[in-house]
């Protein structure tokens, strides 16, 4: 899998959008970007996943730029329950089942009051 | 409803005893991981299984041992051998076809401690 560098920590006030960038210069062009996030002594959380386009749920907006090489995750109005640790992932498709998600160490994001 | 269940949520354990944690998924997955989390630390991969009676070591196995009887069931053991238990153990599941929805489901934790 293609290693991912995120920003250690990252501060945001409540009601604003949360930006939380991560880069993947080695991704291959069949790896995709899986986000996920784990609030404290709770395990992780999937939020989204994309190969290229920008994709859009319930819960974030992932922004992948043209040449792939980094992305975005948005919260689009975070609250004080989204302050988490989120961990960017970069996995081949057909890599499911086969080979288990490997986490780096993630961005702290802490939503201030 | 469907989901991955990890028992018990806090384990204490005296040294030189194996301990068995639990987890349970009904979400028809054939896959089952399990992961160890230190204190400020991303997780790291232990076991993980594709398919009942098969299962492969992670980077950090030694000192642990599982077993997948049941497609439902992925028990994972800490053994007298592993040398510093105490941490946070999180168990997860996934579909193996790439034609399934292909994210990771996880269970709560189990927080062993050893005393």
């Known amino acids: 899998d293609a290693k991912t560098t995120q920003p250690t920590s990252m501060d945001c006030a409540e009601g604003r959008a949360a930006n939380l960038p991560c880069n993947h210069s080695?991704?291959?062009?069949?790896?995709?970007v899986y986000w996920y996030r784990q609030i404290h002594s709770q395990g992780p959380q999937y939020i989204i996943h994309?190969?290229?386009n920008n994709e859009t749920n319930e819960m974030a907006s992932l922004i992948i730029t043209e040449d792939r090489k980094s992305s975005t995750l948005i919260l689009p109005h975070a609250t004080l329950r989204d302050t988490a640790v989120y961990y960017c992932i970069v996995r081949g498709y057909m890599d499911t089942g086969r080979r288990a998600l490997t986490f780096g160490s993630g961005t702290r994001l802490q939503v201030q009051p | 409803d469907g989901g991955i269940t990890q028992s018990p949520k806090y384990l204490f354990r005296k040294e030189g005893q194996n301990v068995t944690l639990s987890c349970e998924q009904n979400l028809n997955h054939d896959a089952m991981y399990w992961y160890r989390q230190d204190p400020g630390q991303g997780l790291r991969l232990i076991y993980y299984s594709q398919i009942v009676n098969d299962f492969q070591k992670g980077d950090i196995a030694e000192g642990y041992s599982v077993s997948r009887e049941k497609k439902e069931s992925f028990p994972l053991t800490v053994t007298s051998a592993q040398k510093n238990p105490t941490a946070f153990y999180l168990c997860?599941?996934?579909?193996?076809?790439?034609?399934?929805?292909?994210?990771?489901?996880f269970g709560q934790g189990t927080r062993l401690t050893v005393v």
């Open positions: 994309g190969l290229k």
């Open positions: 080695t991704i291959s062009g069949n790896e995709y």
């Open positions: 997860a599941s996934s579909y193996v076809r790439p034609t399934m929805n292909t994210e990771a489901f």
